[in-house]
């Protein structure tokens, strides 16, 4: 196939997202076979409404949250499809037009109409914990979904533990040892910048809040998690002028920008008791997100997506227009260890083969020494203008496998399952939803997780799923 623009060719996976679909893929149209020991619900989430009314919004970061659902039981799949039914979907819906505040532009109508907080979109990740299924979005709290349905049931607030104000970040983790569910969310706080910390229990209650003092309000996505700390990195990413954006003279994506001369600290917090146990100066850099981190001969491991900072305004710019251009975010993974005696710290290029993102890990490692990782990226087949390929980093051998999704195929952040409970690390699957342009459909990938060879199935949807952030598992 002939592209007209091979750097472009992913656009049309960003288009409107179909609602409340519910249907089996038969059995005939699986191209392989799927695993009889892989049992459970394989999740998406992402902006899966983009615009209203043809015309797009101000980021792809204030799209409409829609979650997928895969079914995978005896060989077979179902799907379902559902948008978080916010209040600003709900309302934007019925008025087909902007009527909310979002990260990357302002409601119409200036000062007082733009007094409130961020809507929320309900779209960066997805998690099963407590026995309650979450839509998680950084600038609020989270909505809450029926495992089955996909209805959305309610914003999530933990018998009123977390306030209506409170942030609840896309990125908590679950402690393998404890059950417990560990998250954070930045907050302005009466006396200044702080980050709320929570944990919820393996029964689905909230059983503490913390927070510490922080230097800034900054945006911050992920942190990292070892097996008795929360590692916060509250990088130089913040706002310029925060009266303007209070004013909505700027929108919050234009008036938040990296600034390294403010330094950037870590905050090491006690998981036990959420005290500050000690931070530490490092010289400033921009992640996203984390892969797995622990602590070894009193080091703490923590592993990021570091992202290239060279691409500043210009990347930033096509961020923005993300709609109608190649990709342009992508980092590698960099290691920092932190000195909890000495207070050094120590930086690190990781084996890396590929631009990436979304890095992941086996879950049942988090917060203790694992050897792999799996990530999205970017490969120089014929349409590099999106994430095209999944990445497989051995850290102790320095070997990287690289899956290519092919031509105007492009894949998604990569889920590990175990193939057991007690299956060996790397020993499972790699699930990932890929979108393919030629057919404008999306499909779900199993791939054997330790090679990375030809997939083990293939099963096509009827629909497209559009380009998204997350992805999760439960084996309910
Ligand atoms: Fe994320």
Not at 81 to 95: G, I, Q, R
Not at 106 to 119: E, I, R
Not at 263 to 283: A, H, N, P
Request: charged residues 20%; aromatic residues 12%.
């Amino acid at each position: 196939m002939t592209w007209e623009d091979p750097l472009t060719a992913h656009c049309s996976g960003f288009r409107t997202m179909q609602d409340n679909l519910s249907y089996s893929i038969a059995a005939q149209d699986i191209c392989g076979t799927i695993p009889e020991n892989l049992k459970g619900r394989f999740f998406r989430i992402g902006p899966a409404r983009n615009e209203l009314a043809g015309k797009p919004f101000g980021h792809w970061f204030d799209g409409d949250g829609a979650v997928s659902s895969f079914r995978i039981e005896d060989g077979q799949v179902h799907y379902r499809s559902s948008f978080v039914k916010t209040p600003k979907y709900l309302d934007e819906t019925a008025a087909q037009r902007v009527l909310y505040r979002s990260f990357g532009h302002n409601a119409p109508g200036g000062f007082f109409k733009n007094l409130h907080m961020p809507a929320n979109c309900a779209n960066t990740s997805i998690v099963y914990h407590g026995g309650k299924l979450l839509s998680l979005f950084e600038g609020g709290r989270p909505w809450r979904l029926d495992l089955e349905t996909l209805d959305t049931i309610g914003e999530e607030d933990f018998d009123e533990l977390l306030r209506p104000r409170d942030t609840y970040s896309a990125h908590g983790k679950v402690h393998p040892r404890t059950g417990d569910y560990i998250n954070f969310g930045m907050a302005a706080g009466i006396t200044g910048p702080q980050m709320n910390l929570f944990r919820v229990s393996p029964s689905g209650c909230m059983v503490k809040r913390g927070k510490i003092k922080v230097d800034r309000m900054a945006f911050c996505h992920d942190n990292a998690m070892t097996e008795n700390y929360l590692v916060v990195m509250v990088m130089p990413v913040s706002f310029k002028s925060p009266l303007n954006v209070i004013l909505a003279r700027d929108t919050i994506d234009q008036n938040m920008d990296y600034q390294p001369e403010l330094g950037m600290k870590v905050y090491v917090v006690s998981l036990d008791d959420f005290s500050l146990i000690r931070t530490f100066e490092v010289d400033p850099f921009a992640f996203a997100h984390c892969s797995n981190c622990w602590e070894e001969n009193g080091e703490l491991f923590v592993d990021v997506l570091q992202l290239d900072e060279e691409q500043g305004e210009q990347g930033k710019a096509q961020f923005r227009d993300i709609f109608h251009q190649p990709f342009p975010a992508c980092g590698k993974m960099q290691r920092y260890r932190f000195n909890m005696i000495t207070g050094a710290v120590q930086a690190e290029a990781l084996p890396n083969e590929l631009p990436c993102e979304f890095p992941q890990w086996d879950w049942r490692r988090t917060g203790s020494k694992s050897r792999i990782i799996y990530t999205a990226g970017i490969c120089q087949n014929e349409t590099p203008g999106f994430y095209n390929a999944l990445q497989r980093i051995d850290l102790e051998s320095g070997d990287v496998k690289v899956f290519d999704s092919g031509s105007g195929r492009y894949v998604s952040e990569p889920i590990f399952v175990p193939r057991t409970p007690d299956a060996p690390e790397s020993q499972g699957y790699l699930l990932t939803a890929v979108y393919d342009a030629r057919t404008e459909l999306s499909e779900l990938l199993i791939l054997d997780a330790d090679t990375l060879s030809e997939p083990i199935a293939t099963v096509p949807l009827k629909n497209h799923i559009p380009h998204g952030f997350h992805g999760g598992w439960t084996n309910l």
